[in-house]
């Protein structure tokens, strides 16, 4: 399975091997990095491509992740789901020249709306840390509950980060989105 999804203004694509000079010059920005828990920092073109070695198209919902592609500005970020100790997590990054632009909320919300018309997964986790307070904002326009507080080593950081926990339920997306 490769699902290929679309909004007004992105397609959302399985991630492909030319997308890593642009993956690696994204996250080399310690902007981005920073806010994310698995990303080293600096990244090195050698990291995106192991990564992309790793994105397969018969891969199962919960560990498919989507290159964001905008119209007549190529790849500019990701949104993806994984397995985490709890269940299933979303996360997403956008290069900065994307932000501020209501581009993730539009990724966001077609990932949520596959994943959930795809699995049978009851609710889906992420959270952010407790500095990245944009991607806090889009959560809760989906609905996403604060759910406790953990610590969460930042790869860019080297360290222990105070991070907030989050969900969506399945019903709270049919709430909102049915």
Same mark, same amino acid.
């Given at each position: 399975? *490769?699902?290929?999804?679309?909004?007004?203004?992105?397609?959302?694509?399985?991630?492909?091997?030319?997308?890593?000079?642009?993956?690696?010059?994204?996250?080399?920005?310690?902007?981005?990095?920073?806010?994310?828990? =698995? /990303?080293?920092?600096?990244?090195?073109?050698?990291?995106?491509?192991?990564?992309?070695?790793?994105? =397969?198209?018969?891969?199962?919902?919960?560990?498919?992740?989507?290159?964001? !592609?905008?119209?007549? !500005?190529?790849?500019?970020?990701? /949104?993806? @789901?994984?397995?985490?100790?709890?269940?299933?997590?979303?996360?997403?990054?956008?290069?900065?020249?994307?932000?501020?632009?209501?581009?993730?909320?539009?990724?966001?919300?077609?990932?949520?709306?596959?994943? @959930?018309?795809? *699995?049978?997964?009851? &609710?889906?986790?992420?959270? /952010? @840390? /407790? @500095?990245?307070? +944009? *991607?806090?904002?889009?959560? +809760?326009?989906?609905?996403?509950? !604060?759910?406790?507080?953990?610590?969460?080593?930042?790869?860019?950081?080297? =360290?222990?980060?105070?991070?907030?926990?989050?969900?969506?339920?399945?019903?709270?997306?049919?709430? &909102?989105? *049915?």
């Amino acid at each position: 399975m *490769s699902p290929i999804l679309t909004t007004p203004r992105l397609t959302l694509r399985l991630p492909a091997n030319d997308d890593a000079e642009r993956i690696t010059l994204f996250l080399s920005d310690y902007a981005v990095a920073s806010n994310l828990a =698995r /990303v080293p920092f600096p990244y090195r073109m050698g990291d995106a491509r192991a990564w992309l070695r790793s994105r =397969r198209p018969d891969l199962p919902p919960e560990e498919t992740n989507f290159a964001i !592609e905008l119209a007549d !500005e190529g790849y500019a970020g990701q /949104v993806g @789901f994984h397995r985490g100790d709890n269940g299933i997590i979303i996360g997403y990054w956008l290069g900065t020249p994307f932000w501020g632009r209501g581009i993730m909320t539009e990724a966001v919300t077609a990932a949520l709306g596959w994943f @959930f018309n795809t *699995s049978d997964a009851d &609710k889906v986790l992420s959270g /952010v @840390f /407790v @500095f990245n307070l +944009a *991607s806090l904002a889009i959560q +809760a326009k989906f609905g996403f509950t !604060e759910t406790g507080r953990s610590s969460v080593l930042s790869l860019a950081r080297g =360290r222990e980060v105070e991070h907030i926990d989050t969900q969506l339920t399945r019903a709270q997306w049919m709430d &909102k989105h *049915s």
